[in-house]
């Protein structure tokens, strides 16, 4: 079983991204019900037996330490996107043939 450690920053994640060379990042997106309550986004990072965890939400139109847009349905409803976080990791990490995953299809 591998360890699992928690980064509370994305910087500091981004820097561990790069410093082992990820192939893969997983992400998970969290919704309450109703989701007009709580947006969620957790992102891990499986590298040499360990995996590496890194956690956000939403304040208002954007998550809080990412910047990602949170959009709104018609209802009221807040939601994040797939291809707005992939778009987000493949700019941010610059890794060529990072696979980037959603935990419900991996």
């Known amino acids: ?3 699992t450690f928690r980064v509370k920053t994305w910087r500091g994640f981004k820097e561990l991204a790069l410093e082992k060379n990820a192939k ?3 992400y998970i997106i969290a919704q309450s019900i109703p989701a007009g ?5 957790k992102l ?3 590298v040499e037996g360990a995996q590496s965890i890194f956690t ?5 139109d954007y ?3 990412t910047g990602i847009p949170v959009h709104t349905d018609r ?5 994040l996107t797939d291809d707005d976080v992939k778009s987000f990791l493949r ?8 696979k980037i995953l959603s935990y419900w299809t991996a």
């Open 1 to 3: 079983m591998p360890n």
């Open 24 to 26: 893969t990042v997983i």
């Open 37 to 41: 309550n709580y947006t969620g986004l």
């Open 44 to 46: 891990i990072l499986p």
């Open 56 to 60: 956000d939400t939403a304040k208002g």
């Open 63 to 65: 998550m809080r330490r």
């Open 75 to 79: 209802k009221g409803n807040h939601f």
């Open 91 to 98: 700019t941010e990490l610059q890794i060529k043939d990072l």
